[in-house]
């Protein structure tokens, strides 16, 4: 079956537009997760979609940053306004997520430069 | 806060040497523990985890990896490393306190020489 899809791969931005990257999560997953990687740096928690319930907003790391999952399935990264900081590798993983100790299945990443 | 910490970020062996990767966690509960590993130009993948019973677990392409909850520790072993083993590997933990996102370590890059 299709694993985790991740769309643009690569996109390149001018400082201060705004950028939307794209999951579409294995079906049937009901977890959605996003992280980031910066250069030389580990994977970092952004958001986290579990079913219907509330996300888990936490790893943000500002307001400029938000994230949607429209009918339990596809969803939207939107970095507003983005900074050079923003540059980086963004991550989106899928589980069945009835357990914690389901294994996290990724996609292959959108690269983010901002000039 | 929750953290892991990787010790080695580079390391370089030639083939049939043997590869131990460190990790250790800050958390005081209950953990489910992961090493995920990335080979060049691929998605990253699950190698192994842990979640209860023995602590020592083995996962795919000979890897294993042993929970000493006393040290924090879930250090990733291979007896014999090929070079098809060059990757980044990342030592994950989600905590029982945890919605379900991970905490990932910095992660290693292994270089195997042939």
């Known amino acids: 079956g299709a694993g985790v899809s991740q769309s643009p791969s690569n996109k390149v931005t001018e400082k201060g537009k705004d950028v939307e990257l794209r999951c579409d999560p294995i079906?049937?997953?009901?977890?959605l997760y996003w992280y980031r990687q910066s250069l030389g740096q580990g994977l970092e928690f952004l958001i986290y979609?579990?079913?219907?319930?509330?996300?888990?907003k936490s790893g943000l790391p500002s307001d400029r940053f938000s994230a949607e999952r429209t009918g339990g399935s596809v969803s939207t990264l939107t970095i507003q306004r983005t900074q050079q900081e923003d540059s980086a590798v963004y991550l989106c993983?899928?589980?069945?997520?009835?357990?914690?100790?389901?294994?996290?299945?990724f996609g292959p990443g959108t690269r983010l430069t901002v000039l | 806060a929750q953290s892991v910490s990787q010790h080695n970020h580079h390391v370089i062996l030639s083939e049939a040497a043997s590869l131990e990767l460190g990790c250790n966690y800050s958390?005081?509960?209950?953990?489910?523990l992961f090493w995920y590993v990335q080979y060049p130009g691929q998605h990253l993948q699950l190698l192994l985890k842990?979640?209860?019973?023995?602590?020592l677990v083995k996962g795919i392409k000979g890897f294993e990896a042993e929970f000493i909850k006393s040290k924090f520790s879930f250090n990733l072993r291979k007896p014999s490393v090929q070079w098809s083993d060059t990757a980044e590997y990342f030592c994950a933990v989600h905590g029982s306190s945890n919605t379900g996102k991970l905490i990932f370590g910095q992660g290693t890059t292994l270089q195997v020489k042939p």
């Open positions: 079906s049937g997953h009901t977890a």
């Open positions: 842990y979640f209860s019973g023995d602590p």
């Open positions: 993983a899928s589980n069945p997520g009835t357990a914690s100790y389901n294994e996290q299945f």
């Open positions: 979609f579990q079913g219907n319930s509330a996300p888990d």
């Open positions: 958390y005081g509960g209950t953990v489910n």
